[in-house]
């Protein structure tokens, strides 16, 4: 075991083990001001020996703030964090290690050039001067076992999928004795049989008596896997409860302080006339013979599952990876393009699904990320940059898409997730579109900024905005889209108005079913979906 600090011990009386009844770690009455902003406000929560504890809240309502605190990031201001009983204090992310705290995010921090036994003892000390990679190699074959996965330990990095690469994380923190692991949207960028696969992982700690605190806005996640859930809401604890004392409809009133729908239902008027036309497109290697119209005013979802190639045929329309053949006319007019100034000057915008890496300049304020793509309209005669009129724009922006933030020079990185899409959105917005693609734009953004966000596509579609939907969440493509697109492999399945379009239906095409499967078929392929295997990264979903 990983040696604790010399004055904690766990808790017991009258010689017998009471770590069921005390908590693991605790935190209590922790307070943390950054500024001006109270991001928590005497908020507590207990972990308990083999209990897996969901954390709900929507974006900003300071759960990655008390991450770090538990982790050793972040100091409170007041407040205890107590271990078996006993405060502790961390002053150090090694500290939180050394008192069995962990954490794994949604995107895992590994070398992709060590191997995956390095990557798992990395972070260990005192095993000596000079390495022993038998022994290493043994024992993260041993650790791994644990998990119940087999991964190749000698192999670098590099080439383990995004779940494999979480779970060498997980590895990780268990090799170091981890008490304690916290999971911040593990689940965010995994298919379902990885999902599958992680639950498995975690009853396997449960079983061993680690404490995990989950962290997810997938609702039906939450209420498959934990035991407990406790929600946040404007940096102040709000209930914490069993889990089946909880309904999502409480879940979801707690944690944004009103009755709220999780989809949100457009009322879709008729389009208006072709905006986009696309014929025979194909790129060699990632999707082939795509043909759709898109009309002013029209929603056109894409569906289909890890591998579809969905994001491809965005990148092609946005001129990032051009096709190799077919044509695509914009209002009537050639509109191929072999660049993303080309796209825009067209009248094409892409809003991609990774925010954080090539959405945003994550230290640059709210203002110059909404500006950037609009750059030259912003420029005076001496291509300085005015200012004035970009806040004024940013303002503008900020107000009606209703971003959570002090103000328009806030850096784009203190945001929440669902901030942060709003700015996204607001950028690209800017450019003043005829065709706007949105790549996953509710991707990792907790339930009311969706709502937000859908009300939005809603408001473009209606003043005749073309919009292309990708998204991996079927309930928001069937609620959002007019008509949907389902591709297999880089292959156009059918087009599905949305008044034929079901759940069975759509992921029956994924699948590569036939269309005319009965209903008993359907529901039999929508069950299966749990078990596919991945069929490709998620760059090429």
Not at 97 to 106: L, N
Not at 124 to 134: E, P, Q
Not at 223 to 247: A, H
Request: glycine fraction near 8%.
């Amino acid at each position: 075991m990983a040696d604790l600090a010399p004055d904690i011990a766990p808790a017991r009386m009258n010689g017998s083990d009471e770590s069921s009844v005390v908590p693991v770690l605790e935190m209590r009455g922790i307070s943390k001001r950054f500024g001006a902003t109270q991001a928590l406000s005497d908020v507590s929560l207990q972990l308990s020996r083999g209990e897996v504890h969901a954390l709900l809240g929507e974006n900003g309502a300071g759960k990655s703030t008390l991450i770090k605190i538990m982790t050793g990031i972040e100091s409170p201001d007041t407040g205890e964090i107590l271990l078996d009983g006993q405060e502790i204090h961390l002053a150090s992310s090694q500290d939180a290690q050394r008192y069995g705290i962990a954490a794994m995010y949604q995107e895992p921090m590994i070398f992709p050039d060590l191997s995956v036994a390095e990557n798992i003892f990395i972070g260990h000390r005192n095993r000596g001067k000079f390495v022993d990679r038998r022994r290493m190699e043994s024992e993260a074959r041993d650790v791994l076992s644990r998990l119940g996965v087999e991964i190749e330990v000698d192999e670098p990095a590099r080439g383990l999928t995004l779940a494999e690469q979480q779970t060498v994380e997980i590895a990780k923190a268990i090799s170091l004795d981890t008490r304690v692991l916290i999971m911040d949207e593990p689940t965010a960028s995994l298919s379902a049989h990885e999902v599958r696969r992680l639950f498995q992982i975690i009853e396997n700690l449960r079983s061993e008596g680690v404490a995990v605190l989950f962290i997810s806005h997938r609702m039906d996640e939450v209420f498959e896997i934990s035991d407990k859930v406790t929600i946040l809401r404007d940096g102040q604890w709000i209930s914490t409860r069993p889990r089946t004392e909880l309904t999502p409809r409480m879940a979801i009133r707690d944690m944004v302080g009103r009755q709220v729908v999780e989809i949100f239902h457009r009322e879709r008027k008729p389009p208006g006339d072709v905006r986009l036309a696309v014929e025979g497109l194909s790129k060699t290697g990632a999707f082939e013979d795509i043909s759709f119209e898109i009309r002013a005013g029209e929603v056109l979802g894409f569906a289909g599952l890890v591998g579809a190639r969905r994001t491809d045929v965005g990148l092609a329309l946005f001129g990032i990876a051009p096709a190799d053949r077919g044509t695509v006319t914009l209002d009537g007019q050639p509109a191929n393009v072999s660049s993303p100034r080309q796209a825009l000057e067209r009248g094409i915008a892409y809003s991609t699904e990774d925010r954080r890496q090539l959405g945003l300049i994550m230290g640059q304020s709210i203002s110059n990320n909404i500006v950037l793509p609009s750059l030259q309209r912003f420029l005076d005669k001496f291509g300085l940059v005015k200012r004035d009129e970009e806040r004024t724009v940013a303002e503008t922006y900020r107000m009606l898409l209703k971003i959570r933030a002090a103000s328009v020079d806030v850096p784009t990185g203190a945001l929440s997730g669902g901030n942060q899409q709003k700015v996204v959105i607001s950028k690209w917005l800017e450019t003043r579109p005829k065709v706007l693609i949105l790549d996953e734009p509710t991707r990792g953004i907790d339930v009311g900024a969706k709502v937000e966000v859908h009300q939005l596509i809603d408001e473009l579609a209606g003043q005749g905005m073309a919009i292309l939907l990708i998204s991996s969440d079927l309930p928001e493509v069937l609620a959002m889209s007019d008509r949907i697109l389902i591709m297999r492999e880089g292959h156009q399945m059918a087009i599905l108005d949305h008044t034929e379009a079901t759940q069975e239906k759509v992921l029956s095409l994924a699948m590569g079913q036939a269309s005319e499967l009965d209903d008993v078929d359907a529901r039999a392929a929508l069950r299966a979906v749990d078990g596919l295997i991945d069929a490709g990264s998620s760059a090429g979903d």
